[in-house]
């Protein structure tokens, strides 16, 4: 396990949108570089970056034209190695994003790749032989290409699927694993990799992790074994190099594949889905709604086994939110929101908060897709720092700007939480410090569920000599947690402890030590 994980808390940048230093309504490096004293300010000690490399940004950068280029929109190279720079000279890692499992149509490797003629990059991607097929799940798309052949996509069409080879090849198009251009796909990945660490950032949250060996390889083996070989490879020479996947499945993630960390993102019915967003159905059942009614033993039933078989391999890590998902402050209050972070803040894995969040900045609904981002844009819109101009982010006039600001009178700012003591940002603040103050709130020290009974929604869970106590409903209550002689590290709302337990008041938290002798 990497040592600087432990006491890590990340913050999400969605770099477009975070600060523009120069005026042209884009946020950049620089923008980033100004703001790093906030970012620390609020706890923050690491970094993740979404891509912020050369791309027609048909995906928002997601679909990479140059792995080893800065987009000239956010800056040069030598502007993300100054980020590193000033990040490190602040106690700040900072992880890159990459995407490994496709390009954009328009990278060189697709370029020449498509070209009628057989060339070295033509096994880069993957080509079929056929040019219709209904049916089969293959997304595959003919038409475009000069070459005698249709081509796999990843995730949009702009996206053509790198070639990591099949599992158990079993057409004339297959090619295996271990064919020398899905070997030499392997070392290019590497070499992008190898590349930025060597410039000073300090490892990737890796997009799709799970999509490199393509639609034989249902257990996923062949993909595991993929990136434990990319591992094996940089770690020699990048030891404390960090890696988080986007796959949300810890078992394979972290105990297959050699991953750090693993998102456990918000997909419809699992574990994560039921803190915060569980109203999909009409009606709001998430555990963090006020009288909701929920159920803190649904998020258990699905976490606990899988961090109880991962533990020793890696760390689950739980978000705020992404550039994919609906703000929290969608259907939170603040107050709601102020229990989350109780919970996010002291649970195992390494939590990650995005770029607002603090402050509890709204998903802004029915804007018109950007970049491909369809119902994500609505998460996607610039930070809210102060009053003024385009609330701090940006010179430029409101119509240059790549996505507009929030516009209702009340959007919540920086600037103005910052003051507040009561603010969610201070809250935050709070909350980031008490982690960073005990080893045992870090990631590693094991979780053990205390009080968790049907139909009540207090929620008591120790982290070796502390012991957090959640209610997020609107009553008090009572937990038969006997909890004399502690020390109360952190309370929201009203609580108190002693040999009978524990009782907390409307929507409140408690954080307890054991006293030591
Ligand atoms: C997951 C990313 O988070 C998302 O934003 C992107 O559109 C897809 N992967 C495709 O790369």
Known sequence: MIRWLEDAVFYEIYPQSFMDSNGDGIGDFQGIIGKLDYIKGLGCNALWINPCFDSPFKDAGYDVRDYKKAAPRYGTN??????????????????LDLVAGHTSEEHPWFKESRKPEPNALWGRYIWTDFIFKWGGGLNFIAGEAERDAGYVTNFFKCQPALNYGFLHPSESWHQ?????DALATREAMKDVICFWLEKGCDGFRVDMA???????????????????????????????????AEWSNP??????????MD?????????????????????DRSYFKKDAGGDIRRFLEDYLPRYE???????????????????????????????????????????????GDEIGMRYQEGLPTKEGGYYRT???????????????????DRESLYLPVDPSPDAPTAAAQMEDPDSLLSAVKALTALRHA????????????????????????????????INPSGKEALAPVPAGGRKTCFRLGSGQADEKGIRLGPQSCLVLEEERA
């Open 309 to 355: 078989r991962t533990r020793k391999d890696g760390y689950i890590s739980m978000l705020s939110c992404n550039h994919d998902t609906q703000r929290p402050a969608y259907t939170l209050t603040d107050r709601e929101l102020k229990v989350f972070y109780c919970f996010l803040f002291t649970m195992p894995g390494v939590p990650f908060l995005y770029y």
């Open 210 to 244: 799970d999509s490199l060996v393509k639609f034989d390889d249902e257990k996923k083996s062949g993909t595991c074994l993929v990136w434990r070989d990319i591992f094996g490879s940089v770690r020699e020479k990048y030891p404390e190099a960090a890696f988080v």
């Open 176 to 180: 295996a694993m271990d064919s020398p």
């Open 78 to 95: 030598e502007d993300l190695e100054a980020l590193f720079r000033e990040a490190h000279a602040r106690g700040i890692h900072v992880l």
């Open 251 to 260: 078992d394979l993630a972290l105990s297959s594949a050699g991953f750090d």
């Open 378 to 396: 609505g998460s996607r819109t610039p930070m809210q720092w102060g009053p003024g101009k385009n609330l701090g982010f940006s010179e430029a």
């Open 263 to 283: 998102f456990y993102l918000d997909h419809l019915g699992n574990g994560y889905n039921t803190l915060l967003r569980d109203y999909k159905s009409g009606e």
């Open 438 to 469: 005990h080893r045992d709130l870090q990631a590693g020290t094991p979780f053990e569920v205390l009080y968790a009974e049907p139909g009540r929604e207090l929620f008591v869970y120790r982290r070796g000599s502390m012991v957090i106590a």
